[in-house]
């Protein structure tokens, strides 16, 4: 199984940006991946993926605009550019592989750590 190490967040005022990392280690990088999101008392939504070649990119619909996703398949990372921080965006972060494009189900195993906090001050 793959290891991702996410990173980049922090304690940002409202409408600066943020770029966040997750570096892959040990198993395989080919899947498409994907970057979620889970704010205090609510589900972890998938808010952007990326295929493998980085070709093909979804982002949630509250998202486009304001999230880019990238990924660097020699580095074996993946990206989250976040522009514009609003007061909504305040969550832990996480990445993981997913099990299909269109189905944004992470792939079983224990992929989301610790995530990485974005806090917004206004």
């Known amino acids: 199984q793959v290891h991702l190490a996410v990173s980049g967040g922090g304690l940002v005022q409202a409408g600066d940006s943020l770029r966040l990392s997750c570096a892959a280690s040990?198993?395989?990088?080919?899947?498409?991946m994907a970057w979620f999101r889970q704010a205090p008392g609510k589900e972890r939504d998938v808010v952007a993926a990326i295929n493998w070649s980085g070709a093909m990119k979804y982002y949630a619909d509250f998202e486009k605009g304001r999230f880019s996703i990238s990924r660097d398949n020699v580095k074996k990372t993946i990206y989250l550019q976040i522009n514009s921080l609003k007061a909504e965006d305040p969550a832990v972060y996480y990445c993981?592989?997913?099990?299909?494009?269109?189905?944004?189900?992470?792939?079983?195993?224990?992929?989301w750590g610790q995530g990485t906090q974005v806090t917004v001050s206004s």
């Open positions: 040990g198993g395989t990088f080919e899947n498409a």
């Open positions: 993981a592989p997913v099990r299909g494009w269109g189905d944004w189900r992470a792939l079983d195993g224990d992929y």
